[in-house]
């Protein structure tokens, strides 16, 4: 079946630092990516997706390559913000089987 | 748009009572799911559908029932409520193909006593 495995939290990092958050998937075929985030209280939203390999999604400065070779989606931001601070996750959605798999969340703190 | 429209936001449940978690939305969307959210868990899926009248069970069915008699709504009912049952219930929707994310409720925090 379908999995995600995603890096373990939480994570802390100062204010302009660089992150990356790490996640690996399985899958047969080639599934649909993506990260979604969410802030304290809130549901998830989608941050941000990629739908075949060497795809790159990205908003908000966070970006995400889609490498079908090593099965990865790992998350980079360039300069984090105190407004980042958030539980990310990661997931797939695939072909024929179009339940969202879901990695278990890494929680992010930005201090100032 | 509202989107994805979960009521209540909070609710407090004795043990052994029953109770329906409502779900709705208004994005003509195919599929619609239940997850619920526990510290350290992630998210776990709890009944989805494909389409009105489809339904399946997720990883975690039982003590849930669902039902899909429209498109727009998506009710989950707890059977006989347990403490193990306390947790977050979020709903969300989506197109058919695995291109497309799934929308978010903003949930129901449940906690049975």
């Known amino acids: 079946g379908n999995s995600v495995t995603q890096m373990e939290g939480p994570v802390t990092l100062s204010e302009e630092a660089f992150l990356t958050i790490n996640c690996t998937y399985t899958a047969t075929g080639y599934p649909s990516l993506f990260w979604y985030v969410q802030y304290p209280g809130e549901g998830l939203q989608l941050l941000l997706k990629?739908?075949?390999?060497?795809d790159k999604g990205s908003n908000k400065g966070f970006e995400a390559t889609y490498r079908k070779e090593t099965t990865s989606f790992h998350l980079e931001k360039g300069s984090v913000q105190v407004s980042d601070s958030a539980v990310y996750f990661c997931?797939?959605?695939?072909?024929?089987?179009?339940?969202?798999?879901f990695g278990t969340g890494t929680r992010l703190t930005i201090i100032p | 748009n509202a989107g994805v429209t979960q009521t209540p936001k909070f609710q407090v449940l004795k043990t052994g009572q029953s109770m329906t978690l409502q779900c709705a939305q208004d994005m003509n969307h195919e599929y619609m799911s239940w997850y619920r959210q526990d510290p350290g868990m992630g998210l776990r899926l709890i009944h989805y559908?494909?389409?009105?009248?489809?339904?399946d069970q997720g990883e975690v069915p039982n003590g849930y029932n669902v039902s899909r008699s429209t498109t727009e709504d998506f009710p989950l009912r707890l059977l006989s409520a347990a403490p193990s049952q306390t947790s977050v219930y979020f709903c969300?929707?989506?197109?058919?193909?695995?291109?497309?994310?799934?929308?978010f409720g903003s949930g129901t925090r449940l906690t049975v006593v």
């Open positions: 559908s494909v389409g009105a009248g489809i339904t």
């Open positions: 969300a929707s989506s197109p058919r193909g695995k291109d497309y994310g799934y929308t």
């Open positions: 990629a739908t075949k390999a060497d």
């Open positions: 997931a797939l959605r695939g072909f024929g089987n179009e339940k969202l798999t």
